[in-house]
């Protein structure tokens, strides 16, 4: 009895959701006000106007475990961001929309440790006025209930050959991935250890860049190699637009896959399918279809990413917002499956707004590219992706500046499938990922290398 009553009120403690006011941390570069009405406690702190501008917030905790972060605010300036530092380590970008009021916003999961924690909230943007967190304990999370079914009707068995192995590994390790075979090469050279994951770009292989350079891209070639050493392809494209590029000094026709650099409209090009401009992104899938089918032929499953990175914007595809990049999915996805009758591609969307899901019938995986230093678990953009896909979709870190620590993976509950670390300046550069730092994540036995899953194809 005694130890089932002290097991309840534990539980009741740890339910309890902990709050600290802001005009209680220490300020530094900010002040406490009481202007706006409706603050809770003695004020309100603003004057975040300088960069590093901050409260601390010195917070003691019982028993290391997951945390729920709320932060009171009121974005009466507008939308804004603020940074969260945990214990001097590796920092949160929490987005403040615009409110006429005091709102809470998710400050997202931190896993705070026994004993006494510093929480920083720093100015990023600023101009915002904080009242105070919350802290609540992370509630536990149902298992995961991923979908069986591939979304492609033409999908044959080498692609639920490498589905149904992703769906055995999810939550319990991650895949390992490498943009580029030259630097998986490299890891190979300095690590000692072969990515699982190899990811190449299709980009040599668009029509308008092809016109220009030639035949060059050796990416189908790069992927058939790993995928003889037992290896895992993904594979992206950075669609060079078909036509208007600007091709002037700052804005060159190899860099035609930004918006910056071509004046092709994708959403007056799909509202017109009579007109040229649409033939021309048929042109171009049906370019791309060609090398995929190499893949097929080579008995090569895809992970498939094109149209990555839509809602940034920075990419022509996404430059008129999501209702084209969406139409452009639909497209992609129809030539490539129903009219090329591709049967080796597993879908995978890279953009984490609802508004530009593409929707579950034409999506087997989700993910997300995050370039952030510090080799965080990127926990935020996790559970975005668990909501986006109703926990019935796969999640994988696309593309990442730092490659993640495994231990905090676990410790999160973050259970990215892959991660895929992008080339040159990323992989081998210490401010975003250290050779011994490498060592330590290659080396974890919650991450798989080449060698540790050979034979998912054959078994
Ligand atoms: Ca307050």
New binding site residues.
């Given amino acids: 009895m005694c130890a089932l009553a002290s097991r309840i009120a534990g539980t009741f403690a740890q339910s309890t959701t902990l709050k600290f006011?802001?005009?209680?941390g220490v300020l530094s570069g900010t002040t406490v006000d009481s202007v706006q009405s409706g603050?809770?406690?003695?004020?309100?702190?603003t004057g975040f106007d300088t960069a590093g501008d901050k409260i601390t917030f010195n917070v003691a905790i019982d028993a290391t475990a997951l945390y729920d972060i709320g932060i009171?605010y009121a974005g009466i300036y507008g939308e804004k961001k603020t940074t969260l530092v945990l214990n001097s380590g590796s920092s949160n970008e929490i987005s403040l929309p615009a409110t006429s009021t005091w709102a809470t916003a998710s400050g997202g999961q931190l896993l705070l440790t026994a004993g006494d924690n510093v929480l920083e909230i720093i100015s990023n943007w600023g101009w915002y006025l904080?009242?105070?967190i919350t802290l609540t304990p992370a509630e536990g999370r149902p298992p995961h209930q991923i979908t069986t079914e591939l979304v492609n009707d033409e999908s044959g068995p080498t692609a639920y050959k490498l589905y149904n192995y992703l769906i055995s590994l999810y939550g319990k390790k991650i895949l390992s991935g490498q943009q580029d075979l030259k630097w998986a090469n490299w890891i190979n050279d300095t690590i000692g250890k072969t990515p699982a994951l190899l990811s190449v770009d299709l980009m040599d292989y668009s029509p308008s860049r092809v016109e220009r350079q030639g035949d060059i891209s050796t990416a189908v070639e790069d992927a058939i190699a790993h995928h003889e050493k037992g290896g895992i392809v993904s594979v992206l494209w950075h669609w060079n637009a078909p036509i208007g590029l600007y091709d002037t000094s700052e804005n060159p026709w190899w860099s035609g896959f930004y918006t910056r650099a071509t004046d092709f409209d994708v959403a007056e090009a799909l509202a017109n399918p009579s007109s040229a401009n649409y033939t021309l992104l048929l042109r171009d899938i049906d370019a791309i279809a060609i090398q995929l089918k190499r893949l097929e032929a080579a008995g090569v499953s895809v992970l498939f990413r094109p149209l990555h990175e839509a809602e940034g914007g920075w990419f022509w595809w996404g430059a008129e917002g999501p209702d084209a990049a969406k139409a452009l999915w639909g497209l992609v996805f129809d030539r490539l499956g129903e009219y090329h009758g591709l049967s080796n591609l597993i879908w995978v969307w890279n953009s984490i707004a609802e508004d530009w899901y593409p929707g579950d019938d034409l999506v087997d995986i989700v993910s997300a590219d995050v370039y952030a230093q510090g080799h965080g678990v990127m926990s935020t953009q996790y559970q975005q992706l668990l909501k986006l896909g109703n926990d019935t979709k796969l999640i994988a870190a696309a593309e990442v500046g730092s490659a993640p620590m495994p231990d905090m993976l676990q410790a999160y509950g973050a259970d990215w499938l892959w991660f895929c670390v992008w080339g040159d300046s990323y992989i081998n550069n210490d401010d975003w990922n250290s050779i011994e730092v490498l060592k330590e994540i290659y080396n974890s036995e919650y991450v798989l290398t080449l060698d540790e899953i050979q034979g998912w194809a054959t078994s």
Wanted: glycine share 14%; charged share 20%; net charge negative.
């Fill in positions: 006011e802001a005009e209680n603050y809770s406690g003695s004020g309100y702190v009171h904080v009242d105070y």
